[in-house]
């Protein structure tokens, strides 16, 4: 009996992301009659596009137990040369090619920091997160750069009767969920994120694992900064700023623990953003205080790590009565 009765629990546990995300919806649905609307839908997937590309970068990162900090100065960084190369006039192929360049130096940077010198990601992607956003404002010169019109019209721009953004936002995603699933590779990040000592032992090259998890979150960042900057359609001082809380936030809300070894794109990750966009455009509709905004998704948030602690907690305890069971055998 207490043993159904701990896989019911933990049953719960896993599918938290899920279930909070349904009460969300469900909860706004009912406040507001036009929350739940065709166009309001969209809205909140177009919107949440750009921070589902980051939070799925990030995910890689804490599948390592590590964290990236710095995904919002990539994207500031990124959107600065791009806007300065599109008033200079740069085609727009060229300045979204210099974007991922960007994208890919910054997590290369901040992978060699992590595995050559041997210094902890949080360290290591906060003092690039200040070098990044110190850079970006050297460059802008502190000012808004407001971009060509027929720019913010990629934002606008539809392939196959769907929105860019979240063409882009899907591609990443089967992307990133083929390598976690069905690649030797994305074993090998589960593995790491696990046991670093283990995986390093059995074998595995956790440098060069390690190195590519990097990359990939910078990647993400500069097209995460390219499809934010099609919406706007300007570069400002506080471009990308709070990302890295807001990727991080989604991850976990989705279910990615941040000790590292556990944890999915779809449907976790692409959830968390989900549902972090759609508090705030509920709250947005309900015309609540925006001071809220922050109260309301910290909350969720908390709630979210709580129900993580409680799950880790709780397979813990089921591996070492697995482990005194084996051992009395």
């Excluded at 010169?141 to 953004?165: C, I």
């Amino acid at each position: 009996m207490t043993s159904m009765r701990t896989k019911v629990v933990l049953l719960a546990l896993n599918n938290a992301p899920v279930v909070l995300f349904a009460a969300v919806l469900a909860t706004f649905g009912t406040l507001s009659p036009q929350f739940f609307t065709g166009q309001n839908l969209l809205n909140v997937s177009v919107q949440a596009s750009s921070n589902a590309v980051v939070a799925i970068g990030m995910t890689f990162v804490l599948l390592t137990a590590g964290v990236d900090l710095s995904v919002g100065a990539i994207m500031f960084i990124a959107a600065a040369i791009a806007g300065k190369m599109v008033l200079a006039g740069s085609s727009f192929p060229l300045a979204i090619a210099a974007m991922l360049g960007v994208g890919a130096a910054g997590g290369a940077v901040n992978a060699l920091l992590v595995t050559r010198l041997g210094v902890i990601p949080f360290v290591v992607t906060l003092a690039t997160l200040y070098v990044g956003r110190g850079f970006a404002l050297w460059i802008t010169q502190t000012r808004a750069m407001n971009l060509p019109e027929s720019f913010l019209q990629l934002g606008a721009v539809k392939l196959a009767g769907v929105p860019l953004p979240i063409a882009v936002f899907v591609v990443v995603l089967v992307l990133a969920q083929v390598t976690l699933t069905h690649t030797p590779f994305g074993r090998q990040i589960y593995a790491v994120g696990a046991d670093l000592e283990s995986a390093r032992k059995a074998g595995l090259n956790t440098r060069r694992i390690l190195f590519c998890v990097y990359l990939i979150s910078g990647i993400c960042a500069a097209l995460g900064g390219m499809i934010a900057l099609a919406q706007i359609g300007a570069v400002s001082p506080k471009f990308g700023e709070n990302r890295e809380f807001t990727a991080i936030a989604a991850a976990v809300l989705g279910g990615t623990s941040l000790f590292g070894g556990r944890g999915q794109v779809f449907p976790g990750t692409v959830v968390g953003a989900l549902l972090v966009q759609s508090v705030e455009n509920g709250l947005v509709m309900l015309n609540a205080d925006p001071y809220l905004y922050p109260l309301i998704t910290s909350a969720i948030i908390f709630l979210a790590v709580l129900l993580d602690s409680a799950r880790s907690g709780m397979l813990t305890r089921m591996g070492r009565r697995k482990i005194r069971i084996d051992e009395a055998l």
